[in-house]
């Protein structure tokens, strides 16, 4: 079954470190998604799991060489 309602960026941190190490991951962008003046957004307001995902970023910008996984 689907859980209810989005999951805690905390319990994505249990697996995935911290916003530091999936910053790392992309530091190879010329945007990062992960290190930005958006501090530390949830996760799930870009990866939506089952659901399409959306660059929140680009409620502002419109950054055309960002895919969301
Ligand atoms: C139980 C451990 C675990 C948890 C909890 C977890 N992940 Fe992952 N995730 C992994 C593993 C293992 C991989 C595959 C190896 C890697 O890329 O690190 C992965 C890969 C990913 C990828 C890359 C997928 C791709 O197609 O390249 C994304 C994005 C991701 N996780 C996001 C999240 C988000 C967002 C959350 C919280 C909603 C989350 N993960 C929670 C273990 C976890
Ligand atoms: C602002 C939107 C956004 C947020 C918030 C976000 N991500 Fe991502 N994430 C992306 C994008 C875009 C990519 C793909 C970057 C690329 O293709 O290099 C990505 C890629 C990843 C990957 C795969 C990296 C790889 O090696 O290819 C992982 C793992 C991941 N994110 C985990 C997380 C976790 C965990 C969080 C929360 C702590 C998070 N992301 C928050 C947009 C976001
Ligand atoms: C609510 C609107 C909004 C959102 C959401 C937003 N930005 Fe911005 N961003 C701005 C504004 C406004 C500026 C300043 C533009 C200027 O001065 O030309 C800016 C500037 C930038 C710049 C250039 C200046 C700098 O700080 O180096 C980058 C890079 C950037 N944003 C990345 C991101 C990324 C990555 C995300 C998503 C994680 C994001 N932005 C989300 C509004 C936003």
Do not use: W
Not at 8 to 35: E, F, M, W
Not at 48 to 63: A, I, M, N, S, T
């Amino acid at each position: 079954t689907m859980p209810a309602k989005a999951v805690a960026t905390q319990q994505c941190l249990v697996c995935h470190g911290s916003y530091d190490k999936v910053a790392a991951r992309t530091d190879k962008n010329d945007i990062n998604p992960h290190d930005s003046h958006i501090e530390n957004p949830d996760c799930t307001s870009c990866h939506r799991g089952h659901k399409k995902p959306v660059l929140l970023c680009d409620e502002c910008h419109e950054f055309r060489e960002l895919k969301v996984p």
